[in-house]
T-cell receptor, first 113, second 112 residues
Framework: GESVGLHLPTLSVQEGDNSIINCAYS??????FIWYKQESGKGPQFIID?????DKRQGQRVTVLLNKTVKHLSLQIAATQPGDSAVYFC????????????FGGGTRLMVKP | NAGVTQTPKFQVLKTGQSMTLQCAQD?????MSWYRQDPGMGLRLIHY???????DQGEVPNGYNVSRSTTEDFPLRLLSAAPSQTSVYFC???????????FGSGTRLTVV
């Protein structure tokens, strides 16, 4: 799902399947990107980050891919679990000194048992 | 190590009232920010600070003031509350520029 805009797209997956959440960022000067997970009633939680000099970074069950040519970011979650159900946000740091993060609109991931 | 602590968790204000949302972090982070999150939307930056004594405006600063007299504290002041400021407010901190922010658990504010 796209991150920009007022609507919250929803991705529904079966438990055990892989999930891919997409994000389009807007500023070609952005050089640092983060994915956050937000569960209901809680603050965003850091998942994984990537710098613009990389195109892929892997964590535990998660992979972030960065395509600077088309300004696209994706989060892949392997073997999705019910605990992965949440809203996922991408955020971009627009290359400024103040570490200002600009967030996308989010994608809701629902995991079906 | 408590991380980022926000108080209060819930608040109801009448239009025109003022109040201060508190934020404290015990991680010695230089960078701190305030965001607001409206229903079904992402987070929008209100104000941020890159160190004690230094603050700057984000995307939606109108109606809010901040100060950063110490590294630990970054209070957000609502000068004259309006219904449009009904939202969930998150404070966050980071040790350096290319590092993910740690968020507090939020303050849910309703202005009636």
């Amino acid at each position: 799902g796209e991150s920009v805009g007022l609507h919250l797209p929803t991705l529904s997956v079966q438990e055990g399947d892989n999930s891919i959440i997409n994000c389009a960022y807007s500023n070609s000067a952005s050089d640092y990107f983060i994915w956050y997970k937000q569960e209901s009633g809680k603050g965003p939680q850091f998942i994984i980050d990537i710098r613009s000099n990389m195109d892929k970074r892997q964590g535990q069950r998660v992979t972030v891919l960065l395509n600077k040519t088309v300004k696209h970011l994706s989060l892949q979650i392997a073997a999705t679990q019910p605990g992965d159900s949440a809203v996922y946000f991408c955020a971009e740091n627009r290359g400024n000194a103040g570490n200002m993060l600009t967030f996308g609109g989010g994608t809701r991931l629902m995991v079906k048992p | 190590n408590a991380g980022v602590t926000q108080t209060p968790k819930f608040q109801v204000l009448k239009t025109g009232q003022s109040m201060t949302l508190q934020c404290a972090q015990d991680m010695n982070h230089e960078y701190m920010s305030w965001y607001r999150q409206d229903p079904g939307m992402g987070l929008r930056l209100i104000h941020y600070s890159v160190g004690a004594g230094i603050t700057d405006q984000g995307e939606v600063p109108n109606g809010y003031n901040v100060s950063r007299s110490t590294t630990e504290d970054f209070p957000l002041r609502l000068l004259s509350a309006a219904p449009s400021q009904t939202s969930v407010y998150f404070c966050a901190s980071s040790p350096e520029r290319e590092h993910g922010y740690t968020f507090g658990s939020g303050t849910r504010l309703t202005v009636v």
